[in-house]
């Protein structure tokens, strides 16, 4: 998201210490700014000597009585039936909440990748395959998919399991492509679903958790693999906010990251293009959050101080461009761990929801310097998409892996509930059973298919008993 020079001049900030005091109401309080210490590692393995699993940011881990990668769905069924329980599908692990946590067994389907075959333009892809393998494979047969998340390291089944999106107005999320898949359920049975076939499993399993079985393929709508043109600038957050609407109509990709305590946002698109190839020039993420969390460090004690820091730091860089093929240029790397929580909400709210996130944390937050993403996603309709029924606007936060997140909880959270939003299925929330049916017209649906597949709740783990309302 951010340019060389910063590269340069964050060097020269980053690593201070210090504590801001934030004057709150009558009260005083202090939030210290400076780097923590490495969180805590939980021990290799346990007192039974299972291995530990951690997923990507570090804060959900499990050390799994069994651990499988079946090589085909026969494997698998057999793994599933013989347990034991909860068994837990996991992808690459990119999940913030505790879905693939289980002492009983983990089931990996990465041996399961690649394309099967073809069906005119869809593409019939094992669930096991990574979003960043899928890209070059779907390019061998000049296809591509319409659109991709921030990373491609997710799984495909994984992607799916909880509703994994990219941004552009016009663009749906993973599953929103899904015309077609395949489930192996608690009893090892394949059931083959599409809008005709089993419609009620197809619009149950599309986005499922990984609590109705394991998807073993699935099949994609695919589009021709065009070159993409990707422009990357800094701009005021008030301009941002006043050309957010009209962007997301202009441009085939466009989001943007209000960065906090600087009064500034960095903005980036994408349109089709038949110009020639340019390169991107090397991912700068780790140096634009190098500067933020310098910035952070040296002045977080003072809101004015910090922001006309940034200004000088951040401001007046030159737009960064490149041109290549979509499923390189759609995903980035992000090298610097996190932790986060994203909510879904209807359009015309998301940009009074994110004002109110970014003064809260201006306001009581100064350890936060993580920018804040801000996309758009076209509808769908299976039943657990936060896409279902509208289009959504969505809005994430990320919190430093070393820095406090529970203000998510308490502060951030009830903003996005205030503004009719849905959570991100892999990221922090504490949502529950009555709460989670309130927002989703088809959640009684999507629990009674669970119960028919799923009877003795083989696939729910703690997490999802009590996100469920089963416990
Ligand atoms: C750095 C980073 C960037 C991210 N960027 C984005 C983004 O741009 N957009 C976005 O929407 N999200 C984003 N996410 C969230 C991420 O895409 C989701 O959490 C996604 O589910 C992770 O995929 P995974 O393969 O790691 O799945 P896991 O986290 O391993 O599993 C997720 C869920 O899917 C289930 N599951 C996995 N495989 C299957 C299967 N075959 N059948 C049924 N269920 C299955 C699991 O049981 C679990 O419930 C990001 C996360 C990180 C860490």
Redo the contacts with the bound molecule.
């Keep these: 998201m951010a340019r060389r020079g910063i590269s340069r001049r964050a060097a020269l900030i980053a690593g201070a210490g210090g504590v801001a005091v934030i004057g709150a109401g009558a009260g005083v309080v202090a939030v210290a700014t400076g780097d923590k210490p490495e969180p805590s590692s939980p021990a290799a393995t346990d007192a039974q000597g299972h291995t530990l699993w951690r997923n ?2 570090g804060i959900q881990h499990a050390y799994p009585a069994k651990r499988a990668a079946p090589a085909d769905e026969a494997a698998l069924a057999e793994v599933i039936k013989a347990g034991p329980a909860p068994v ?8 913030f909440t505790a ?2 946590v289980t002492p009983g067994t983990l089931v990996s ?1 990465d041996v399961m990748s690649g394309i099967t075959r073809w069906e005119g333009d869809e593409a019939v892809v094992k ?1 096991g395959t990574r979003l960043g393998a899928l890209g070059p494979a779907l390019a061998a047969n000049g296809r591509a998919m319409a659109n991709l ?3 491609n390291k ?2 495909l ?10 941004t552009g107005a016009k663009l749906r999320a993973i599953h929103g492509d899904v015309t077609a898949l395949t489930l192996c359920t608690a009893k090892g049975e394949l059931i083959h679903c599409d809008a005709k076939t089993r419609p009620d499993v197809f619009n149950a399993a599309r986005v ?3 609590a109705l079985g ?2 073993t393929e699935a099949r994609l709508k695919t589009i021709p693999n065009k070159r993409v043109h990707r422009r990357v600038w800094i701009e005021p957050f008030a301009e941002a906010l006043s050309k957010a609407e009209e962007r997301w109509a202009q441009h085939r990709n466009f989001e943007f990251y209000a960065v906090p305590f600087t009064d500034l946002a960095a903005c980036i698109s994408h349109d089709e293009t038949d110009e020639p190839a340019r390169a991107r020039e090397p991912d700068s993420d780790t140096a634009f959050l190098d500067a933020l969390r310098g910035l952070r460090n040296l002045l977080g004690w003072s809101v004015p101080l910090r922001k006309a820091a940034a200004k000088g730091l951040l401001g007046g860089e030159k737009p960064q461009e490149a041109i290549d093929d979509g499923w390189k240029l759609l995903s980035t790397e ?1 090298p610097v761990r996190f932790n986060e929580m994203e909510f879904h909400l209807p359009p015309e709210s998301q940009l009074a929801a994110l004002k109110e996130v970014v003064e809260t944390i201006e306001k009581h937050r100064p350890d936060v310097f993580f920018p804040i993403e801000v996309r758009r996603i076209a509808p769908d309709d299976a039943w657990l998409s936060p896409f279902e029924g509208g289009p959504r606007g969505s809005v994430a936060v990320h919190c430093y892996y070393k820095d406090d997140y529970d203000f998510l909880f308490t502060m951030i959270q009830p903003i996005f509930l205030r503004h009719g939003g849905r959570p ?1 299925w ?2 922090l929330h504490s949502l529950r059973g009555d709460q989670l049916g309130a927002l989703y017209p088809r959640w009684n649906d999507w629990l009674t298919v669970r119960k028919e597949l799923d009877p003795e709740g083989r696939f729910l783990n703690l997490y999802l008993q009590g996100m469920l309302g089963l416990d």
Excluded: E, F, N, Y
């Design positions: 990507w940011s837990r599908v996991v992808g690459a692990g990119h999940s879905l693939a389907l669930a998340p921030d990373i997710q799984s089944g994984g992607a799916l399991g909880t509703g994994t999106h990219g499922s958790l990984g394991v998807i992000r991100h892999g990221k």
